[in-house]
């Protein structure tokens, strides 16, 4: 297990996080790869402790993958439904964090469609003066951190399985493809990937992914010296920045309102799901549209190198995102790989702010 010291209390976003951490947080998910790769899985590093998993939204794959890395941890698990909760009756979301703190709780993983709260919670936590972290499972569309550990731990650890490490991405060509202005998954991974001194492309219809976003999301980081170039579609836009905490090269981020460019030569293809859910506004004319021109088939990847990978958070979207006989290509597909990370990362995310309780 890496023996570096871990002093973040909270994991509410990667917008601030350092090489270090990422660093860490890859070389943990790997020892607890590891260990899931035996016969038995599981390790005495929680035990004692109690992790509740707030979902006040659906979900499958992250909230089932916290409950599954906590038992892995000996972790006691309390696991919470918007449906058959007191918040049917009027209890307020506080409220139902503070009851969960009386029962014991160690660290509070926490999931809702409006971006912010699981801030508020680990905030209300600082206040009373306890000792509970607050690990945030995706809030509105502000981040997902946890997923964009789990995809940045499958890419790392496919180049060298051995060593997973920020640096392996260093010059790597990466398109990001989909419905980047409502998605939470996107942002983070953004973090991540600038951090790493990858070469990210963003690419998706201008409903889906306006001028104003880029410059949103570096001054959402705190990016200093932001030079931007601007142009119209379809040519990319193209934002160079450096980021104070970071001893990387300037990284490198452009936006394409048309797919080509943005697969040209890409070593990875991040697809995104159409977040039909958070849409207020007519924003496509058609899926049947949106697949041919933005869909993900063998045909498109020919454009990319030649063992390009192709990512997706999931669910899928089968036949608009991604087509469905790519999605179960093993040769290109690392879609299942993300699943199977998603454990392992969270049981790293978990034991770094467990560690430090026992």
């Not at 973040?8 to 947080?25: G, K, N, P, Q």
């Not at 009027?90 to 912010?116: C, Q, S």
Request: aromatic fraction near 6%; glycine fraction near 4%.
């Amino acid at each position: 297990m890496p023996t570096t010291t871990w002093n973040r209390h909270h994991i509410l976003s990667l917008a601030d996080f350092t090489t270090t951490e990422y660093d860490t947080v890859l070389q943990t998910a790997a020892s607890f790869q590891e260990v899931l790769s035996r016969r038995t899985k599981k390790v005495p590093t929680l035990q004692g402790q109690v992790v509740a998993n707030l979902f006040f939204e659906s979900s499958t794959r992250t909230r089932s993958s916290f409950e599954l890395a906590a038992k892995r941890l000996s972790a006691d698990t309390l696991n919470f439904a918007a449906a058959t909760s007191s918040m049917t009756k009027g209890e307020t979301i506080l409220d139902t964090a503070k009851t969960y703190l009386a029962m014991g709780t160690d660290i509070m993983v926490v999931r809702h469609r409006e971006a912010g709260v699981p801030n508020a919670i680990a905030a209300e936590m600082d206040r009373l003066g306890v000792k509970v972290s607050v690990l945030n499972a995706g809030d509105g569309q502000h981040e997902h951190p946890s997923q964009a550990l789990l995809d940045l731990f499958t890419i790392c650890t496919l180049i060298d399985p051995a060593s997973p490490r920020l640096e392996l991405l260093k010059g790597k060509k990466i398109a990001i493809v989909g419905d980047i202005l409502h998605s939470r998954v996107a942002r983070s991974n953004i973090w991540s990937l600038i951090a790493s001194g990858a070469e990210v492309h963003l690419a998706a219809p201008p409903t889906l992914l306006p001028k104003l976003f880029a410059e949103y999301i570096l001054e959402e980081a705190g990016v200093k010296n932001q030079q931007f170039i601007i142009s119209s579609s379809p040519t990319p836009v193209r934002l160079r920045s450096r980021q104070a905490h970071s001893p990387l090269p300037t990284p490198q981020l452009f936006l394409h309102w048309q797919l080509e460019p943005a697969l040209q030569n890409a070593d990875f293809v991040m697809t995104l799901r159409l977040q039909k859910e958070r849409m207020t506004a007519h924003l496509l004319p058609s899926l049947r549209e949106y697949h041919q021109l933005f869909g993900i088939t063998r045909t498109k990847l020919q454009l990319c190198k030649p063992n390009v990978k192709v990512l997706h958070p999931g669910p899928v979207n089968r036949g608009v995102e991604i087509s469905s006989e790519l999605m179960d290509d093993p040769e290109f597909s690392l879609i299942q790989s993300q699943v199977t990370s998603g454990v392992a990362v969270r049981m790293a995310l978990l034991y770094l702010l467990g560690s430090g309780k026992a």
